[in-house]
């Protein structure tokens, strides 16, 4: 799928060799930026894009008659179907053991376990990365490179995540190489080193644990209330001896019953399922604290240093605490480059069944987290025919958008070109051109 047809791409197509790497990664995908003698927030995309308002349909179809099938965006088929599936699965060690791998900075991803990421490679080292791994553990790391204070100023995040490759395009070659990697556990990066003749960087770094923390009210060991632990097959029961039991605990000791509630994570799961209810069309939302974590981290459309947060919490009941924090603090998704509001956070709903966000490349190998959204404002479209070409989901044609103000590239609009698929149109924006507007904070009523 093409992204903004007027950025271009240094990659477009074209074996990439010998030159150092990093500057391949800054040359494309970036927006020109010209500062404007009238307006700190005056840009232009370049000067081939031409933009139209929106058609006159205001009103959006009901995500709720959803018939789209969510599992299809996961396949990626935009990618071919000449991919080969690679079985079975490695976790690193968790303990103090420093790995060393290659390390494949990714700019504007911020990679979470279970996230996909599908990549078109035309990067002569990365392919060669590719195939030394795929002779092994068939593991990269991956880490986001935040910007500094010029756009070609880089350096890189303190986390990250291993990614593993599960699918292959047979008989990749020396000029260009698809594949599908996934999340798999975060580190701490310890240490990168860049290496000579354009090649990656090779990374050492250290699992991070995944804790697990037991109800905090049996840690207080009172022997006389074991008999409450018991879970019983009928869970109104088993609700009334919770109830009993933190009723007896915080009489005898000095906290209060909600400080514990605070951190017992069923009681965190199912206030997260009770606030992610309200989204519409939400599908096919993990119930295990851990997934469940690393689901809504994924999902919350944060900028780059935010979303770096949760990965570096070791616990699934941190990770859930600070996430439904962070959904109590703000409504509203905004250009990134001008504030203009853009969509509701209420709006966003799920395309995939991999979450309320999900990962794609276009054909130049450039990699877009996208948010599904159900209705948007301040958009303005490219004026040419909306194209099926290489559409992230089937079914769906693309247009680009832009802010209306600044005209930074924001996403697509997908309309629907098969009949009876609903919805009819939506919007896929760009995590990396969003930001959020505190419009005041609210009380979960979960
Ligand atoms: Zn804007």
Redesign the pocket.
């Given at each position: 799928m093409d992204d903004e047809r007027s950025e271009g791409s240094a990659w477009s197509g074209s074996e990439v060799d010998g030159d150092d790497w990093m500057e391949q990664v800054r040359g494309f995908g970036e927006l020109e930026e010209v500062p404007d003698s009238d307006s700190d927030?005056e840009?232009r995309i370049l000067p081939t894009l031409t933009v139209e308002a929106p058609p006159e349909n205001p009103e959006p179809s009901d995500p709720h008659e959803q018939t789209f099938d969510p599992n299809l965006p996961m396949q990626h088929a935009y990618l071919g179907n000449d991919l080969t599936i690679l079985h079975g699965r490695t976790l690193l060690d968790e303990d103090e053991v420093a790995h060393w791998m290659p390390l494949l900075p990714q700019i504007d991803v911020v990679l979470v376990p279970g996230q996909t990421l599908p990549l078109s490679v035309f990067h002569l080292p990365t392919i060669q990365m590719i195939n030394r791994v795929l002779e092994g553990n068939r593991i990269f790391a991956t880490v986001c490179m935040l910007r500094q204070n010029t756009l070609s100023d880089y350096t890189y995040a303190d986390v990250g995540t291993t990614a593993e490759i599960y699918e292959v395009q047979e008989g990749g070659n020396n000029h260009s190489m698809r594949i599908k990697a996934i999340g798999r556990q975060r580190f701490k990066l310890l240490e990168a080193k860049e290496q000579s003749g354009g090649r990656l960087p090779t990374a050492r770094i250290k699992i991070l644990p995944e804790i697990s923390l037991s109800n905090p009210m049996a840690e207080m060991s009172f022997t006389g209330l074991n008999r409450y632990w018991s879970k019983t097959s009928n869970e109104s029961e088993t609700v009334k001896k919770i109830r009993k039991l933190r009723s007896n605990v915080s009489a005898i000791s000095a906290i209060p019953s909600w400080v514990y509630d605070q951190y017992d994570v069923d009681r965190l799961v199912k206030r997260m399922l009770c606030v992610l209810s309200s989204h519409k069309a939400v599908s096919q939302i993990p119930t295990d604290p851990v997934e469940l974590s690393f689901w809504v981290a994924r999902s919350l459309p944060l900028p780059d240093s935010k979303r770096l947060i949760p990965l570096r919490m070791n616990c699934a009941i941190q990770r859930l605490r600070w996430e439904l924090s962070t959904l109590e603090e703000f409504s509203h998704l905004?250009?990134?480059?001008?504030?203009?509001t853009?969509a509701n956070h209420g709006d966003v709903f799920s395309m995939s069944a991999e979450g309320l966000q999900g990962t794609y490349c276009n054909l130049y190998g450039y990699v877009y987290e996208t948010i599904t959204i159900y209705k948007a404002t301040?958009l303005q479209l490219q004026n040419v025919p909306p194209s099926t070409n290489a559409s992230w989901f089937p079914g769906y044609a693309w247009t680009v958008a832009?802010?209306?103000?600044?005209?930074?590239h924001?996403g697509w609009k997908f309309t629907a070109v098969e009949p009876e698929v609903k919805p009819r149109e939506f919007w896929g924006l760009c995590r990396r051109?969003l930001t959020t507007k505190k419009v005041g904070s609210f009380k979960l009523q979960c």
């Open positions: 927030y840009y905004c250009c990134r480059h001008c504030y203009q853009i301040g832009a802010c209306s103000r600044c005209r930074k924001m051109s």
